[in-house]
């Protein structure tokens, strides 16, 4: 039986970009069912005076536009869309630098192009949000994304990782996070942060 795990993202976020391309690789390597599930830095945030993720306040609504994309696409079609759609996306936003791909990547996920009217909107919001709690109520909000649970195992923000490990090293990972997050009171282990590398 495949274990299941759950992903929680915020899609404009490079690391995570790079921790999905991680659970791709461990799908390869690992008997694991991942479900897709967005989050979002801006709701994360939006209760302090300066966005970390946007400290100039000059992105506003791009940070909030491929989140309300990724929620309506769950919604309609469901967790394996919504992981296609991620794979098309992150390669538009985060290999590209294609901000203006949001529906490209729809139509490269094999999804109605339409959807990405939703960005512009704010009608998915509470979609997002109710997702987003979902998974922050797992780790608590002195973290970012990704979150990962596995149930019956443990939840952890991230791993944070760059690059992406592949083959056995990614399943190696696998079996590492699977062990600290079944440690009862586990709360934290850091290492130095690089530049996001796929």
């Known amino acids: ?12 976020c490079p690391y995570t970009w790079i921790t999905s391309r991680w659970l791709r690789e461990v799908e390869r390597v690992r008997d694991i069912d991942v479900r897709w599930r967005v989050m979002s830095l801006a709701v994360l945030n939006e209760h302090l005076d300066v966005d970390p993720e946007d400290p100039e306040g000059q992105w506003g609504e791009y940070l909030r536009a491929p989140g309300r994309v990724c929620a309506a696409v769950r919604e309609r079609f469901g967790s394996a869309a919504l992981g296609a759609y991620l794979d098309a996306l992150g390669a538009r936003l985060h290999e590209r630098e294609d901000w203006e791909g949001v529906g490209h990547a729809l139509e490269d996920a094999g999804l109605p192009a339409a959807l990405a009217e939703v960005a512009w909107r704010d009608e998915y919001d509470p979609v997002v949000r109710a997702s987003h709690e979902e998974g922050i109520a797992l780790v608590g909000t002195e973290v970012g994304t990704p979150v990962l649970s596995v149930p019956g195992v443990g939840a952890l923000f991230g791993p944070v990782v760059s690059p ?4 056995e090293r990614a399943g190696r990972l696998w079996d590492g996070v699977l062990l600290i997050a079944g440690v009862e009171g586990f709360a934290e282990l850091r290492g130095r942060r690089s530049a996001p590398k796929a």
């Open 164 to 167: 992406a490990p592949r083959g």
């Open 1 to 12: 039986m495949r274990q299941p795990v759950d992903f929680w993202f915020d899609p404009v």
